[in-house]
Nanobody, 122 residues
Framework: VQLVESGGGLVQAGGSLRLSCVAS????????MGWFRQAPGKQREFVAA????????LYASSVEGRFTISRDNAKNTLNLQMNSLKPDDTAVYYC????????????????WGRGTQVTVSS
């Protein structure tokens, strides 16, 4: 079981990035999936999650309306479209697989990618 993130980089405030997470060893569409991030000196925090069916999503209040989580089942890939980026979005972004969907939240599993760096300049 493996998750590999990509798509991070350096962008100016107001810009956009699209992160991808390719899963191997399991069928991504059969599980709830999530994105988390960790800024320097801070704890890892929840960003977004999608339910197994793909029809239900959850977002942190800090990103709601700006970020969109989605699946590409044909490519076994989880995506995170990030628009209107702010310097506070600067962090390493991690994909999490096969987590537990609670209905009001997402409990991550022990399956993490290595992360991809997102840096937003002001």
């Amino acid at each position: 079981v493996q998750l590999v993130e990509s798509g991070g980089g350096l962008v100016q405030a107001g810009g956009s990035l699209r992160l991808s997470c390719v899963a191997s060893g399991f069928t991504l569409s059969s599980y709830a999936m999530g994105w988390f991030r960790q800024a320097p000196g801070k704890q890892r925090e929840f960003v977004a999650a999608v339910k197994t069916t793909g029809t239900s999503t959850l977002y942190a209040s800090s990103v709601e309306g700006r970020f969109t989580i989605s699946r590409d089942n044909a490519k076994n890939t989880l995506n995170l479209q990030m628009n209107s980026l702010k310097p506070d979005d600067t962090a390493v972004y991690y994909c999490n697989g096969k987590g537990y969907w609670t209905g009001t939240g997402y409990d991550p599993s022990a399956i993490w990618g290595r992360g991809t760096q997102v840096t937003v300049s002001s």
